[in-house]
């Protein structure tokens, strides 16, 4: 049996549509029974790396979120290993494509304890604007340890993007906090996804049927 899943697009543009047809491709959507990071169960699912490190996929998400960047003030992007590794260098080497460069870092969960000893690695600057970028957010976790490791080194956080809102308190937190938060897609805790308007170049309003 094949169930359906209400696809509300809205205003969208060829380039998120095309998003979410490539997490549908890569299988980066999953329905069935899962456990999230957080202990809860779901019968819906984001595998993002399915999509950051499919060569199409890391191409289209690093220019929609350089054109997320172009009204705002930000000296580097950065998010926490592994899940914002691919999305920051995606970003940073389409970016020198454009002739537009942007530096990007990341955090590590711990510092490591050789070496440099640092947590944060890569093009970084203490006391800098900073954009914080991840995968996914769910409760917010992962996202709030990155904002933590760099405004413990004097940073502003300016914006905070991910791929996909799960819907699931995350970006409520963080919008409470009082960050400039934005998705490219959202996964509903019902499973519906939409695509939301995401960068400046508008399209046209088109529906469609995600299908499991």
């Known amino acids: 049996m094949v169930t359906s899943y209400s696809l509300e697009l809205g205003v969208v543009t060829d380039r998120t549509q095309r998003i979410l047809d490539l997490a549908c491709e890569t299988g980066a959507l999953m329905y069935g029974n899962f456990t999230l990071s957080s202990g809860k169960k779901s019968d819906h699912y984001y595998d993002g790396k399915q999509l950051s490190q499919h060569p199409e996929g890391a191409y289209l998400i690093g220019e929609e979120i350089i054109d997320m960047l172009t009204v705002v003030d930000y000296d580097a992007i950065g998010g926490l290993a592994i899940s914002a590794i691919p999305i920051v260098t995606a970003v940073t080497v389409v970016s020198h494509i454009k002739e537009k460069p942007i530096r990007s870092f990341w955090v590590r969960e711990e510092p490591k304890e050789h070496g440099t000893k640092k947590r944060i690695e890569g093009q970084f600057k203490k006391g800098s604007k900073v954009v914080i970028i991840d995968d996914v957010i769910t409760g917010g976790n992962s996202v709030v340890k990155a904002i933590d490791a760099v405004k413990a080194e004097g940073c502003e956080v300016v914006k905070v993007i991910v791929v996909v809102d799960r819907h699931e308190g995350g970006s409520d937190r963080l919008k409470n906090e009082g960050y400039d938060f934005t ?11 939409t695509v939301g308007e995401s960068s400046d170049i508008k399209g046209e309003a ?3 049927i995600l299908r499991r």
């Open 206 to 208: 088109r529906e469609g």
């Open 183 to 193: 998705a490219i897609l959202h996964l509903w805790p019902s499973g519906e996804v």
